[in-house]
């Protein structure tokens, strides 16, 4: 996509985990969805289609599967994140350009996830980038209010002492930029024409991005890269 808005200012790197920072051909969600059944029946005593069923609607009621169980449920939400993420991260491969690419960016790297950050660790270590992010803002410390309600995404900021002007936010998700323009962020969508999902195939029929997206990429690695060599 044509950039139209630029990053001379940006002095904060804000990046998404899921589907952002790793290919989202990976598909850790596939094995987070599946232990996320697992969990809710057992905890709930129901079969799991049922389980099922309840997590799905959850998701759509109150943003996570999570927010719905610990409204609905009043659940811990401790041992449950530690189960949906304790997942094979073999499918993760190891990414030298990106480590590469992020190393050369100027400024603060963060790590904003709606995940654990345990999780977090476990993949941009997987990823070999960790060292590159000064910090991971995850669900506990956006007190389990998930994206894209703006609150957090405040929080965030006030925690870690950003301006949002200096700031750039990736996202896999575009209602997930939306705070962050209105905050005042550049955003950029990492799309990925290539994985099935309803969210990809509406992206792929936009006639142009809408306004809360500034840039599109369907390359994380060679769009830093680009950004760090203008620099």
């Not at 811990?76 to 499918?91: Q, S």
């Not at 005042?184 to 990925?192: F, K, N, R």
Request: contains cysteine; aromatic residues 10%.
């Amino acid at each position: 996509m044509t950039l139209y808005r630029g990053f001379a200012d940006t002095r904060i790197w804000i990046f998404d985990l899921d589907n952002t920072l790793y290919p989202a051909e990976c598909n850790l969600f596939r094995q987070v969805d599946q232990r996320m059944g697992e969990w809710i029946a057992g905890y709930l005593g129901v079969p799991f289609e049922e389980a099922r069923y309840l997590q799905k609607h959850y998701y759509r009621k109150h943003g996570t599967t999570l927010a719905g169980l610990m409204s609905v449920h009043g659940l811990d939400p401790v041992p449950f994140l530690d189960y949906v993420h304790d997942i094979d991260l073999a499918p993760v491969p190891e990414l030298p350009a990106l480590g590469l690419a992020l190393a050369a960016l100027p400024g603060r790297k963060l790590i904003y996830t709606n995940g654990s950050r345990r999780h977090a660790e476990r993949v941009a270590a997987k990823l070999g980038v960790l060292q590159h992010f000064e910090d991971i803002f995850d669900i506990v410390a956006s007190g389990y209010v998930p994206k894209p309600d703006p609150e957090p995404y405040a929080r965030m900021l006030k925690l870690h002492g950003v301006d949002p002007a200096a700031a750039a936010m990736f996202e896999d998700m575009p209602g997930n930029l939306e705070a962050a323009h209105a905050l005042g962020m550049t955003t950029v969508l990492v799309a990925s024409p290539t994985f099935e999902h309803a969210v990809q195939k509406q992206i792929s029929g936009w006639p142009q991005p809408p306004v809360h997206i500034h840039h599109v990429t369907d390359d994380l690695t060679a769009f830093l890269a680009r950004l760090a060599a203008g620099r």
